[in-house]
């Protein structure tokens, strides 16, 4: 992105950390106005970007942060990206049911519900507003080294939602947009953790032959979120470093 982009009111949930952190430092580097949610919220009203603690998985904590958002932007905000989410690796025969239920909650319900919430305040159709879900490679390709049934099967649905909610919230002039990273350097990754394996994945099944970076996912989460792509809407962008292809 440029910074001849007009500035927008981008809301950034998990933005204390990783691919949400990167996409509000650079909307702020672009002159835009940014807002985080995050579990790990700030007391600090001065910081920036302000962090709203919300559980996106838990309606009313969504819905409290929503009406804390809505009290600073009446109008609600130009874009969202939804970046919270948590992975969990575990081969299925030792994966509890709670495990599961976890992250399809946190990945899928946390989706539907900030999604809801941002299009209650966004769906006045003046102008051109666009929310971005982060889905994953996970949702189109099997791991057998690093297991990981229920985000694979939680992105899947973040991918569906993306394409149910493009046709849905198109009446009412919000555009929904994916990306879809491939192995991204954050916390959340533990490929790099085993140096051997990971060098033996990047060099056979990754066309880049490396990690992609939080600012490398940020570019297109912010691409998707500005007036540049405003006839883009329902599409999920791998981001993987030709990863999909493979
Ligand atoms: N890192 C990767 O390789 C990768 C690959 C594909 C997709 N993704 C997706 O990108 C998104 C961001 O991942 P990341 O790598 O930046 O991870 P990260 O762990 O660095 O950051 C995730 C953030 O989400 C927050 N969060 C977790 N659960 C939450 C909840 N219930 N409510 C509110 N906030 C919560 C965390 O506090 C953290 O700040 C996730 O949706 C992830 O699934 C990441």
């Known amino acids: 992105m440029t910074n001849s982009a007009p500035a927008r009111r981008l809301l950034v949930t998990g933005a204390s950390s990783g691919i949400g952190a990167a996409t509000a430092a650079e909307a702020a580097s672009l002159g835009w106005e940014v807002i985080g949610m995050d579990l790990r919220g700030g007391d600090d009203l ?36 939804h970046s919270a989410g948590i992975y969990r ?15 399809i909650s946190v990945n899928g319900r946390g989706s539907f519900l ?3 919430e941002a299009a209650r305040l966004m769906r006045d159709g003046t102008r ?24 694979s099967a939680s992105k899947g649905a973040v991918s569906s939602l993306t394409r149910q909610l493009a046709a849905e919230l198109g009446l009412v002039g919000i555009r929904v947009n994916a990306v ?25 099944r990754v066309p880049a032959r490396r990690p992609g970076t939080a600012a490398e996912v ?13 006839y883009i809407s329902g599409a999920i962008i791998p981001v993987d470093g030709g990863q999909s292809v493979l």
Do not use: K
């Open 46 to 81: 001065t910081a920036s970007p302000r962090i709203i603690s919300c559980d996106v998985s838990d309606e009313r904590s969504v819905e409290s942060a929503f009406a804390e958002l809505a009290a600073i932007w009446p109008e609600g905000p130009d874009a969202v990206v």
């Open 180 to 204: 879809a990273p491939g192995v991204i350097d954050t916390a959340m990754t533990t490929l790099m953790n085993t140096p051997e394996v990971a060098d033996a994945f990047f060099a056979t």
């Open 114 to 116: 900030i999604a809801r």
């Open 128 to 151: 051109d507003r666009s929310i971005v879900l982060l889905s994953s490679i996970g949702a189109v390709r099997g791991d057998a080294h690093e297991p990981s049934a229920s985000y």
């Open 218 to 230: 940020a570019q297109a989460c912010l691409f998707l979120a500005s007036d540049r792509s405003t």
């Open 89 to 103: 690796v575990t081969p299925l025969l030792d994966t509890p049911a709670e495990d599961w239920d976890r992250t």
